[in-house]
């Protein structure tokens, strides 16, 4: 009966997403004001459907009503609630049913915020935004259906995958994940509609980066979110292994952040629209790619969920929109006039091109890389391997230019500056550099790349340090006081700005923490027996024996140490082995010690609970807990910059202002 | 005399008996890497330099029933085994590229995380850096034409423009007069 | 119409969805063996149950064939009886089995209950899996009567597939 209700409601969103899409592109053309309001009518209405569609789904499960084909494939009877409750995203039908409401909720969410303005251009993104939930719609309602009756319906279920039940950062990770993944269809509706119209006019230019810088954020803690997971969970000690599905999720977020950056030239120089379209496009198309790769079952991955028939029809739908984008593109991308020029190269628009460039090229790289293996068997026959030395070894030279542009770039005026401004604003945080430059050879790094990742990266926070707080000091010099300044300057009226140098600030320190962290790691191996100890880093490991535990779904084998430092005990970890019913090879779960300075991380390599003896890989890697603050730290800044003041948004006009003097005066509203 | 026919019978009978007890199996032989890549050509290795090596050489091979993962960082039974052996004959004093090389013999080249610049696979390396070079000369010429001089005549906020529909209804009432 | 962008575009497209059309059929799991063609590689192991050494050089002469398998491996459990029939059937051909990850105990319970025609053999920290590129269980290999590999196959066999490859060692 609930299998039956939640079909139907997923074949009726089916329907009401292609009316809707129909009406939409219909009144795009003809003009019509009731079309649009029908429009809108039905993404509110697509979008309750998909939700009425999550709560059957979400009921079934927590009732344990294994008549429903999902349930009875992830359900258990034997597994905590939060478990039951994120099982709907833990195998491949539940995850697109998913997918299908994050979309509808996005949609109406746009929608919503755009009901007063835009009339012409609404239409044509609404249908574009039906268009792609009629796609999710259809798979949910066919290939990857998971409401299917089940005639017979068990007592019980096999749960979902152990492996994602063993740690709760596998409950958030998929969440923020599809928000921001499923978020990109917005600024894609709204970059078509553009084209579609032969304008990108500054009415439209807000929705569209508010729509982009969103789920930009979620994906940037989405991305460091798997990273850590595997970190914590997988055992090897790293975060991010160049595997296909990581890889997946980071291209569409590599191509938003050249979009944003281009858009900010957009909005001051009216120029960059076609470079800003294309991007937004390329973003949901490698959306849809990275969703491909990680269902179709064609790439070798930790990732992968099994093949089945989605993978052909998300192809059909790639190639689809592929060549609807790249057609609608090479049509109307001259009619998207720029309204201004360049003054000068050497200038931060400039910079934002390189920027482009870079960040192109790095996409460009990974994506290569990623699909080369396919390339090489459909040209020869043989299989080859294209894995981390490769990815590690381009990715290491761009990061270095990009930390440098995170410096310069920002240093650099907008406009044509004097050569006296110039030497001012690049050669002043040289000081910077120095000093980082130095503390990391004082604390003993020596490898090249490091200490010319910790120059660039000190360069950069001395840059970003005085971007960011330019408007709360030039308050305080014109007399306020600092509560005030910082107040105004910085959270009431400056919080794009300062939004934006958060992130930057947090992209600084990823980059530094991952390079130390990377040269800096050490590692051991070492066999003990019960009552031994073991020097790590400046710690001391006692290994006091190995336990055995039974859980209802599993027996843990821990391997208990306590952990010294200067004689005093700091933590007690207990790495463990965790066998599964229904899993041949028991899983492995390192236990990890955070610092500020830095992890100690011990993971089993063997255990025997008969001879209490063990064998434990020990690694210390510095800094490492600073990859994830600093990448909270720079999704809340995207968030933050997200609420720019509303007559910051006034002055952004199609006329592009005069070039500005190296200090702006107060009274302007200061903008990143 | 007697005595002696009996210890021979006895001797006889039991002989075929012992000479199986005592005879000692061939010795056990795994397929050595010598037979792929001949003798060993660098220097053996002992203690943590063995250690790290192996790390290191071990990072370079992907672990053949792991998605992904490399033999350094798989858990598996197969990659430990893979690990054993380079750490093996890094102590017989073979070299990276041998190792890697005996790897390949039998697995494929599937088995190397990096792949080798020969053949179609320097395509992997050199598209990257034409695109570098590709991307590099497309914004330094739009860098050139967005600051010429005559670049994007910026319209006056308030023009109209050629298709408003307001215009064009005004100038069907004012009867085609006043183009703009 | 820009066309720029259409040809860049369209080619960008066109490799892209070509390529990814094209490797849907294929199995990611499924890696061809460098080893065809060439000498397979030596090994002299010890035969569960006899505890007898046996060296693989000394079947020169007639064709064998090699099964990698092991007790956990379900479609190892199917293949099992196919091999031990053909083993039987083609006198001329020698079967070898050796194990891959797995316990003596394991192997020698299974052996007992379902019977052999031929020696099984442990293999010393999967050094002979490793020569031969085996990455999965059941993995078997076609050497000719001069020792040569000529022929390899990925999975369970049945009778067609084990006697079609038979074909091919015994001409």
Known sequence: MIALLGKNLILISLLVSVAGALVGFVSGRTGSVDGLRWSRRFAYLYAALMVAATFVMEYALLTHDFSVSYVAQVGSRSVPTWVTIVSLWSSLEGSILFWGLVLGLYIAGATWFTRRDNAETMPDAIGIWLATGAFFSFLIAGPANPFHTVPNPPFDGPGPNPLLQNHLLMAIHPPFLYLGYVGMTIPFGFACAALLRGRLGASLTRPLRASLLLPWSFLTIAIMLGGWWAYEVLGWGGYWAWDPVENASLLPWLTATAALHSMLVLERRGILKGWTVTLVQATFLLVLLGTFMTRSGVFNSVHSFTQSAIGPTILVFLAISLIFSIALLAMRIDKLEAEGRLEAPLSREGMFLVNNLIFVLLTFTVLVGTVFPLVVEAYNGKQMSVGRPYFDAMAVPLGAVLLFLLGVGPALPWGRASREQLRRKLVLPIAGAAVFATVGFAVGIRSPWTLLTLAFGGYAAWVTIGEMFLPMLQRMRSGASFGNALVEGQLRRGRRRTGSYIVHAGAVIVIIAIAVGTTMKTQSEHQLTKGQTVEARGYTLRFNGVEQRSEPHRTATIANFDVFRDGKLVTQLGPRMNQYQMMREPIGTPDVYTTAGGDLYLSLMNVDIASQSVGIHVIATPLVVWIWLAVIAMGLGGLMALFPPRRSAVAQTAVAPPPEPAVAVPTEPETA | MKRLALLVIALAVAAPYLVHALQVQPALKVPDAEQFVGKPKGTALAGQALYLRTNQVAALLRCPVCQGLSVADSPSEMAVNMKGQVRELLQRGYTEAQILQYFELSYGQFVLLEPKFEGVNTLVWLLPLAALIGGAVVVYFVLRKLSAPTAGQRPAANAPRPDDPYLARVREMVGGEGKS | ?171
């Open chain 3, 1 to 171: 119409m820009n066309r720029t962008v259409l040809i860049v575009g369209g080619l960008l497209a066109a490799t892209l969805v070509g390529l990814l059309t094209l490797s849907l059929d294929r199995d990611p799991q499924a890696i061809a063996s460098p080893l065809i063609g060439r000498e397979a590689p030596t090994f002299a192991l010890r035969e569960i149950g006899t505890g007898r050494t046996v060296d693989l050089a000394q079947f020169r002469g007639k064709p064998v064939v090699i099964n990698f398998w092991a007790t956990w491996c379900a479609p190892c459990w199917e293949e099992h009886p196919v091999l031990v029939a053909n083993a039987r059937r083609t006198p001329n051909v020698q079967f070898v089995g050796v194990v891959f990850q797995d316990t003596e105990e394991k192997i020698q319970n299974f052996l007992n209950a379902r019977g052999s025609g031929y020696p099984t053999l442990v293999d010393v920290e999967g050094k002979t899996a490793i020569a031969y590129g085996v990455g999965g269980v059941p993995e078997t290999y076609f050497l000719d009567a001069t020792g040569k590999i000529v022929a390899k196959y990925n999975g369970p066999m049945s009778t067609d597939i084990l006697q079609e490859h038979l074909q091919k060692v015994m001409q």
